[in-house]
């Protein structure tokens, strides 16, 4: 991991270097922020597991870095990061997490290229349980991702975008918790229409393989194409949905052998946002297919809300829920080892900017667990206590 964290900063590097020789980077201005957070939880349940559980307590050191730079046409931004986490009472577990982002822009007068991409190295509880649903062990992920996009605005209206998404996890000793190291693939290309200034239309062509060599070889690609848009129902609130089929065709290798399915799956998405002088409220509901450490494609079911108020200028209290129902891509011919999956989470969080360097924040989390055909669940309350210090930002231009 060393050696590949290495190139890649290696080639973020060498990059910006060859913009300097060209002279690409003129009057540029460069900012560093750094940050350091400690923070102090507790869980009654950390795994979600059924039946009673002993509590878990944790305490977390995360600094971290915010690098920015500006041009007339280039934008570079990225935000390296590292936890150190010690987990005592019902889990004894040192974990390292880090972060290795990077995002650039690059503009000329009618294309736009982009960059997102990096190292994340996480662990499963907050990564893949946040995104997918599905509790996965208490494993450490190692996920790689780049995503090159171009956009070329063919009118003032008019744009299309190409984009390819390529993502490889890893898991340590995964075997030991049944997980599986995966790698997806991802071409879309995207029309949008700027009806006005306030609505927007989009139109999506995608193809995605999902490749777990471990799981009998097995290969899920998936075709699709969707339709969406934004509309400013007034100057406070706007609505965006899309929606479209994903066609799944599966083969697995067990032996000599080579079997195959299909199957079709409809995914859509709507979110409502609403801003006020001092309060946002968010909606989101929706339907989606993700990579999972499984070996599977999962589909996930979601409704989310959140809203937050804005109580004087240095104290914001909010409050985020969010249902999920979690299941595999079915198929005639994988077996899944994964149930209908049910997961539920809400909790509020009070943020107070103490001062210009210190900020406090405080947080309370209730989740629930249920799986399809048994009567018991898994409850969890958490807490958590985090205080962060920003110290004085440095930054230059030339």
Do not use: C
Not at 21 to 30: C, L, S
Not at 104 to 122: A, C, H, I, M, P
Not at 181 to 205: C, K, M, N
């Amino acid at each position: 991991m060393v050696r590949r964290t290495t190139v890649f900063l290696g080639v973020i590097m060498g990059s910006l270097l060859a913009l300097v020789d060209r002279g690409e980077i003129q009057a540029a201005e460069w900012s560093v922020e750094p940050s350091m957070s400690a923070r102090g939880e507790y869980h009654s349940n950390l795994l979600l597991a059924f039946g009673p559980q002993q509590s878990t307590y944790a305490y977390w050191l995360s600094p971290a870095a915010r690098f920015t730079g500006a041009t007339e046409s280039l934008r570079v931004n990225s935000r390296l990061a590292t936890d150190f986490a010690q987990y005592f009472g019902g889990r004894d577990t040192t974990i390292v997490n880090v972060y290795v982002p990077l995002s650039v822009q690059y503009r000329d007068q009618r294309s736009t290229w982009g960059f997102n991409g990096g190292l994340t190295r996480d662990n499963t509880l907050r990564g893949e349980l946040l995104q997918t649903g599905v509790v996965l062990a208490f494993a450490q992920r190692n996920l790689w991702s780049a995503n090159p996009t171009w956009t070329y605005n063919m009118t003032e209206r008019l744009s299309a975008e190409s984009s390819y998404q390529y993502q490889h996890a890893m898991y340590e000793d995964g075997a030991q918790f049944g997980l599986i190291g995966y790698q997806v693939h991802t071409g879309s290309e995207t029309l949008s229409y700027q009806v006005r200034d306030t609505d927007s239309i989009q139109l999506t062509g995608l193809f995605t393989r999902f490749l777990a060599p471990e799981r009998n070889d097995l290969v899920s690609d998936t075709y699709g194409a969707q339709i969406g848009g934004t509309h400013a129902l007034s100057e406070r609130v706007t609505l965006s949905a899309s929606g479209g089929p994903r066609f799944v065709s599966n083969s697995i290798s067990p032996g000599a052998q080579t079997l195959g399915d299909r199957s079709t799956v409809w995914v859509f998405k709507g979110k409502v946002t609403a801003k006020y002088e001092r309060t946002q409220l968010t909606f989101d509901i929706g339907r989606d297919i993700f990579p999972s450490g499984l070996g599977l494609l999962i589909r996930t079911d979601h409704v989310a809300a959140s809203a937050s108020y804005e109580v004087t200028d240095k104290v914001v209290i909010s409050m985020n829920g969010q249902a999920s129902i979690v299941d595999p891509v079915q198929t005639g011919t994988l077996l899944s080892p994964v149930q209908e999956t049910r997961f539920f989470t809400v909790g509020p969080q009070v943020n107070f900017r103490v001062s210009e360097y210190w900020t406090i924040e405080t947080g309370y989390i209730y989740s629930r667990r249920e799986l399809e055909g048994q009567d018991q669940s898994g409850e969890s309350h958490a807490a958590r206590f985090m205080v962060t210090y920003f110290p004085p930002k440095f930054s230059a231009s030339r």
